[in-house]
């Protein structure tokens, strides 16, 4: 891996860093010594509708105390000229976007599982998939200017799963939609950026132990392990360091190129770039739940850890 301070100087915005996978790719950016930007709608004054504590000016305390330099700025990225503000004053300041992670969801709460499309509630349908798929595209319009500025930019788009995961049916057509179309927009930006010496990705985490999810099992980051007893499968779960040092990984790369447009996972990258979750183990999630949970192997989790 390189050296800890290898992204000073880099400036990176984390759209939809308030919790869970944003806020430790936000970290671990900062950790490496860049300037991220901290966005999302849940303010010390303000909660979103995700009615969470965490808050975005949290987020970049924890960039700043990490070694880098975090700057939380509220935005609702459904709201182009909150977008647009948020940009300018990227180029105001700095001048240059070397990092773009499109993480914005938020719509965990709205999801309906197993449930027909004539069935759902269609109001919540389509809220997920303006959350979803209008937040990025938004983002993307009007950061990505800035970021071709230079070569060498790097677009992540955040989901849930994997290409090949997402194959399988995710028991509710909003919530499918919503987790494929951010492989999709990394694949076309990829197109997009590539002759000014950009690379574009989606990247998912696996089981991710984000703060809501230790809260539906009574437990925290400590204690994990006692929620394995209810949801077996949850052995093969990882903090979200993890992809948080994935994102870090990729940004500090030189060759990030060649991975451009691949739908990628935390596992994957932390077999290529050699680092481990918070624990020292490295959870491959997505080959656990297609060997044991798709394909009936009797195996462990620790197997695959």
């Not at 010390?44 to 880098?68: H, K, Q």
């Not at 977008?83 to 965990?108: C, S, T, Y």
């Not at 989901?159 to 997402?166: A, I, L, R, V």
């Not at 179309?181 to 089981?207: D, N």
């Amino acid at each position: 891996m390189n050296a800890p301070e290898d992204l000073e100087g880099r400036v990176c915005l984390v759209a939809g860093a308030t919790r869970g996978a944003g806020r430790a790719m936000a970290v671990q950016l900062g950790a490496r010594g860049a300037v991220v930007y901290a966005t999302g709608r849940s303010t010390r004054g303000r909660r979103s509708e995700v009615n969470r504590p965490e808050t975005i000016e949290e987020t970049a305390e924890l960039v700043t105390a990490a070694g880098g330099t975090g700057i939380a700025v509220p935005t609702d990225h459904l709201e182009p000229a909150q977008v647009r503000a948020l940009v300018e004053r990227i180029d105001r300041d700095h001048g240059r976007l070397d990092v773009l992670v499109n993480d914005v969801w938020g719509g965990d709460h709205l999801i309906e599982f197993d449930t027909k499309v004539w069935e759902v509630d269609l109001e919540k349908g389509l809220r997920m998939l303006r959350l979803s798929v209008d937040t990025h595209a938004i983002t993307s319009h009007f950061a990505l200017p800035l970021l071709v500025r230079r070569p060498g930019g790097l677009v992540v788009e955040v989901t849930d799963g994997t290409e090949e995961f997402n194959r399988t049916y995710r028991g509710n057509l909003f919530f499918d939609l919503a987790k494929y179309a951010p492989i999709r927009m990394a694949l076309g930006l990829s197109r997009e950026i590539e002759e000014h010496g950009g690379t574009a990705v989606s990247l998912t985490p696996g089981f991710l132990r984000s703060e809501e999810m230790l809260d539906h099992f009574g437990v925290t980051e400590a204690t994990w392990r006692d929620a394995v007893a209810k949801s077996p499968h949850f052995a093969i779960s990882e903090s979200p360091a993890f992809i948080g040092r994935a994102v870090a990984a990729l940004a500090a790369d030189p060759d990030r190129a060649r991975w451009n447009g691949r739908s990628l996972s935390s596992g994957e990258l932390a077999a290529a770039y050699g680092f481990d979750d918070l624990d020292g183990s490295r959870p491959d999630c997505f080959a656990y739940f297609k060997d044991v949970v798709f394909g009936g192997k009797d195996a462990p989790a620790d197997d695959y850890r």
